[in-house]
């Protein structure tokens, strides 16, 4: 991601004051409605005047493995020195993310990387194959993956219930492991009301979803992943149909394949939502924080270059 948009940099500032006069011109004339067709415009985001001065500053190092990068290290997950963390909103999420990354992914074409900066606390990354065992689990994970058997956001609860509904049953006997003498004074109508509330709060616990498992891979490379005998058995849940402000979309492909960070996004406005019934307001919308920072400004180099 930073060689490209470096490499844009450089050519914007080569062109001097003339070309970037001439560029602001043509993007003053953009309508309103080009803006209105971004979904970027409406995001709630932290000021990105940090990225803005990184940006003029150009390339610096990585605190870890004093690479040069721009704006963040893609392989430390952590930002550069001239973009300070305490200027980088961090986002708490409703439940934990795993993602998984195709080992041929391209570090520097992943923004996989960005969720990490910006909920480092719930958010983990792991290079395939080096995976986690997900089996004993499967009960509170999914996995984003569309599919014949993929299920809509908002059935996860009822699904999740179906992988816990046989393990709810095999356990029932834990909520009468009372001593014999304490049992029997326990009038029989009331015991089974206490069995009873015991085996729905363990159902009500067991379908609440806390992990989501994520691929970052070209769709391509998916099927090593997605076929791994670790990850068989889990919940499918495959997102609305939204286009995708990727600048790396995948030729060939249809505009409904989103980059990683936007699926992520997309996902929590949706679990938001669907699952924890609560109106959105902008929760999650700092995870775009380097997405949009980095859209814009592609674009307005693109367009200064000619090329749309």
């Known amino acids: 991601m930073s060689l490209n948009s470096s490499a844009l940099l450089n050519e914007e500032n080569s062109?001097?004051?003339?070309?970037?006069?001439?560029?602001?011109?043509?993007?003053?004339?953009?309508?309103?409605?080009?803006?209105?067709?971004?979904p970027l415009q409406q995001l709630k985001l932290a000021s990105q005047e940090v990225l803005e001065k990184a940006k003029k500053s150009g390339r610096s190092k990585c605190p870890r493995c004093s690479s040069s990068r721009m704006f963040y290290c893609y392989t430390c997950f952590v930002p550069v020195e001239t973009v300070p963390t305490k200027e980088i909103p961090a986002v708490k999420l409703p439940l934990k993310i795993d993602i998984i990354k195709h080992p041929n992914e391209t570090d520097g074409k992943s923004t996989a990387v960005h969720a990490k900066l910006l909920a480092p606390d719930d958010v983990t990354i792991y290079k395939y194959?080096?995976?986690?065992?997900?089996?004993?689990?499967?009960?509170?994970?999914?996995?984003?993956?569309?599919g014949p058997n993929s299920v809509s956001v908002k059935d996860i609860a009822f699904h999740l219930q179906k992988y816990t509904k046989k393990d709810v049953y095999d356990n029932d006997d834990d909520?009468?492991?009372?001593?014999?003498?304490?049992?029997?004074?326990?009038?029989?109508?009331?015991e089974e009301k206490n069995l009873n509330e015991c085996i729905s709060s363990k159902r009500s616990e067991g379908t609440r979803l806390k992990k989501i498992i994520f691929i970052d891979s070209t769709w391509n490379q998916t099927n090593k992943i997605i076929t791994d005998e670790r990850l068989q058995g889990l919940l499918q849940i495959e997102l609305k149909t939204r286009k995708t402000c990727f600048w790396r979309h995948q030729k060939g492909k249809p505009d409904t394949y989103l980059s990683t960070i936007e699926a992520i996004y997309y996902f929590l406005v949706d679990y938001h939502q669907e699952i924890l019934k609560e109106n959105y307001k902008g929760q999650y919308d700092n995870l775009l924080f380097f997405?949009?920072?980095?859209?814009?400004?592609?674009?307005?180099?693109?367009?200064?270059?000619g090329k749309e």
């Open 175 to 190: 909520c009468s492991r009372e001593p014999f003498l304490k049992q029997a004074k326990v009038e029989p109508k009331e």
């Open 129 to 146: 194959p080096c995976i986690p065992e997900y089996e004993e689990k499967r009960h509170e994970i999914a996995l984003i993956f569309p």
């Open 15 to 38: 062109q001097g004051p003339k070309r970037n006069t001439e560029c602001l011109e043509s993007l003053e004339l953009q309508t309103a409605s080009s803006f209105q067709d971004n």
């Open 291 to 305: 997405f949009s920072f980095m859209y814009t400004l592609i674009k307005n180099a693109k367009c200064c270059a």
